[in-house]
C-alpha cells in the first residue's frame, strides 16, 4: 500500500515545497504574499496535470493527498475551533443554513428542468451545487436510482468549478465588502467541498476560516435529511428497489470527528499545548491536498463538459450566491 501511494505522495509534497517556496519570494520581492501557498499549489498542480501527460502510477498517491489528507486536515482543525463562532450569531443562523440548502435545490432543479435535463440529472447537479459537490452526488445517485451517465454528466464540471470558486471567491471580499465572518459564511454556503473552504478562507484571516468550516459542516449535515427525503420521494426508475441509507454516506468520519473535537475544544478538555501543533499540522495537510486537488485536475475538462450542463451548474451556484447574501444581510451578520 505504502508502495503505491508514495510516487504520488512524493508528487503532492514537491508541488507543496514548490509553493511554499514562490510563496517567499513574493514576500522577499514584493512585501508581501499576493498569492498563498494554498492558491499556489491549486494552480502549480492545475498546471502540471493540464501541460503534462502524468501515469497512472502517481494516481493512488494523488487520490491519497486529495482524499484522506484533506480529511485528516479537517478534522485536526476541529481542534482549533470553538462551536461560540457559530452559535454568537444565534440559532438564526443554523436555520437560515439550513433555507438556503432547500431553496438552493429548489431553485437548481427548476433551472436544470427549464434547461431541458432530466430529472434525474437536475436532481443530481442541484443536490451536488447545494450541498456538498461530488459527495452528495454520490449518495444521492443511488437513492434515486440514477444512471452512470447522469452521474458522469453531474460531476464533470464539479472539480473543475470547485478550483474555480476557491480561486476566485476571496475577490468577493472587497467587492462586496464583507467582513471576516461574513466572507466565512459566505464561502460556507457557496464552496462544494469542506476542505475547499479552507482554501477558500485560509488565506483571508483565520476567523472566516473557522466561521466558513463551521457553516459548511452544517450545510453538509444538510444531507442526510435531503436523502432521506429523496429515499422516500424522490424520482426512480422501474421497480427497482430504494437503497438502504447508511450512516457512513450520511455523516464522514471526519466530520464526525472534526464535531467530536470541536466539542471537546469547546468544553475545555483539549490541553492547550496541543492547539498550536494540531493548526499547523492542518495547513501543511490542506496545502499538501490542494497540490493533490490542482494534480488532479485537468483544464481542458472544461471543454468537453456537455454546455447545458455547464449552464445549468454555473447558474445554479450564481443563484446560490445571491441566496447565500441575501441569508447575510437578513441575519445582520457583523
Given at each position: 500500500m505504502v508502495r503505491k501511494i508514495l510516487p504520488g505522495l512524493l508528487l503532492c509534497a514537491a508541488v507543496t515545497a514548490a509553493a511554499a517556496g514562490l510563496e517567499y519570494v513574493e514576500a522577499a520581492l514584493f512585501g508581501r504574499a499576493w498569492l498563498e501557498s494554498l492558491v499556489l499549489a491549486i494552480l502549480l498542480g492545475t498546471a502540471l496535470r493540464t501541460l503534462t501527460?502524468?501515469?497512472?502510477?502517481?494516481?493512488?498517491?494523488?487520490?491519497?493527498s486529495a482524499k484522506t489528507l484533506l480529511e485528516l486536515a479537517v478534522l485536526l482543525?476541529?481542534?482549533?475551533?470553538?462551536?461560540?463562532?457559530?452559535?454568537?450569531?444565534?440559532?438564526?443562523?443554523?436555520?437560515?443554513?439550513?433555507?438556503?440548502?432547500?431553496?438552493?435545490?429548489?431553485?437548481?432543479?427548476?433551472?436544470?428542468?427549464?434547461s431541458g435535463l432530466s430529472a434525474k440529472l437536475a436532481l443530481l447537479i442541484a443536490c451536488g451545487n447545494s450541498i456538498c459537490g461530488n459527495s452528495a452526488i454520490a449518495a444521492v445517485a443511488p437513492v434515486i436510482d440514477a444512471d452512470g451517465e447522469d452521474v458522469a454528466a453531474s460531476i464533470s464540471f464539479t472539480a473543475v468549478l470547485g478550483v474555480i470558486v476557491v480561486l476566485l471567491l476571496p475577490l468577493a471580499m472587497p467587492l462586496l465588502s464583507l467582513s471576516a465572518s461574513q466572507y466565512g459564511v459566505f464561502a460556507g454556503l457557496t464552496v462544494y467541498a469542506v476542505p475547499q473552504v479552507l482554501a477558500a478562507t485560509g488565506a483571508v484571516s483565520l476567523t472566516s476560516a473557522h466561521v466558513g468550516t463551521l457553516v459548511k459542516l452544517v450545510r453538509v449535515l444538510m444531507l442526510g435529511p435531503v436523502v432521506l427525503l429523496l429515499s422516500l420521494f424522490g424520482p426512480q426508475t422501474g421497480d427497482a428497489p430504494r437503497q438502504r441509507l447508511r450512516l457512513s454516506a450520511l455523516v464522514p468520519w471526519f466530520i464526525a470527528g472534526f464535531l467530536a473535537l470541536m466539542a471537546l475544544r469547546s468544553a475545555g478538555l483539549l490541553p492547550t499545548v496541543l492547539l498550536k501543533p494540531a493548526q499547523a499540522a492542518s495547513s501543511v495537510l490542506t496545502v499538501m491536498s490542494m497540490a493533490a486537488l490542482g494534480l488532479g485536475v485537468d483544464a481542458r475538462s472544461v471543454l468537453r463538459a456537455g454546455g447545458r450542463v455547464t449552464m445549468v451548474v454555473v447558474l445554479s451556484l450564481l443563484v446560490l450566491c445571491a441566496i447565500s447574501l441575501g441569508l447575510i444581510h437578513f441575519l445582520h451578520i457583523a
Open positions: 501527460p502524468l501515469s497512472a502510477r502517481w494516481d493512488a498517491g494523488i487520490h491519497f482543525l476541529g481542534a482549533t475551533v470553538s462551536a461560540g463562532a457559530l452559535l454568537a450569531n444565534g440559532w438564526m443562523l443554523l436555520a437560515g443554513i439550513a433555507g438556503v440548502v432547500m431553496l438552493a435545490i429548489s431553485c437548481s432543479y427548476a433551472i436544470g428542468r427549464l
